[in-house]
């Protein structure tokens, strides 16, 4: 896994999408769908999406300045979305603006917990660190300012 990192805070910074355009994800590894054997009705499917869109939508919300602390960062301002990586289906990185400062989060995914949980940051700290897998929304008691959950 922290072999992996440079990679996809790479991927993850170049990879932005124009101004004024909706956020779609992005597919490190498109060909990973659901084989024939696993259910007719999802062969062929992306396997990564069944599991990942409700945390999508959710970062997709406007986010308060408290989401994300940052150096420099403006306290009127709101996070946004600027761009969401799926490296895999266990692993993917959402990059943060709100104006002038970027911040990413590498998010791998806890099957046992049904959750999604912040593996490491850059630019800042985010303030939730573990999101429910089925909603996308945060789970209760895993907020911490020092990027240390409760």
Same mark, same amino acid.
Not at 16 to 22: A, F, K, M, N, R
Not at 76 to 92: A, E, H, M, P, Y
């Given at each position: 896994?922290?072999?992996?990192? #440079?990679?996809?805070?790479?991927?993850?910074?170049?990879?932005?999408?124009? =101004?004024?355009? $909706? /956020?779609?994800?992005?597919?490190?590894?498109?060909?990973? %769908? @659901? #084989?024939?054997? @696993?259910? #007719?009705?999802?062969? +062929? !499917?992306?396997v990564i999406y069944d599991f990942i869109e409700p945390l999508i939508l959710h970062f997709q919300e406007p986010k308060n300045s408290d989401f994300i602390s940052a150096t420099g960062a403006g306290a009127n301002l709101k996070w946004r979305l600027q761009n969401f990586t799926i490296i895999s +289906? $266990?692993? %993917?990185?959402?990059?943060?603006?709100?104006?002038? /400062?970027? %911040?990413?989060?590498?998010? %791998?995914?806890?099957?046992?917990?049904?959750?999604?949980?912040? =593996?490491? *940051?850059?630019? +800042? &700290?985010?303030?939730? &660190?573990?999101? $429910?897998? #089925?909603?996308?929304?945060? !789970?209760?008691? *895993?907020? =911490?300012? $020092? +990027?240390?959950?409760?």
């Amino acid at each position: 896994m922290h072999k992996l990192l #440079p990679l996809i805070i790479v991927l993850a910074t170049f990879a932005l999408p124009s =101004s004024g355009q $909706d /956020i779609t994800a992005k597919v490190f590894n498109p060909t990973d %769908v @659901y #084989p024939p054997s @696993y259910s #007719p009705e999802l062969a +062929g !499917k992306p396997v990564i999406y069944d599991f990942i869109e409700p945390l999508i939508l959710h970062f997709q919300e406007p986010k308060n300045s408290d989401f994300i602390s940052a150096t420099g960062a403006g306290a009127n301002l709101k996070w946004r979305l600027q761009n969401f990586t799926i490296i895999s +289906g $266990d692993i %993917v990185a959402a990059n943060f603006t709100e104006g002038h /400062i970027d %911040v990413i989060g590498v998010f %791998v995914r806890n099957t046992a917990k049904k959750q999604w949980e912040l =593996s490491t *940051e850059v630019g +800042g &700290r985010f303030v939730t &660190r573990i999101y $429910d897998e #089925p909603t996308g929304k945060p !789970k209760q008691g *895993e907020q =911490s300012v $020092d +990027g240390n959950p409760h």
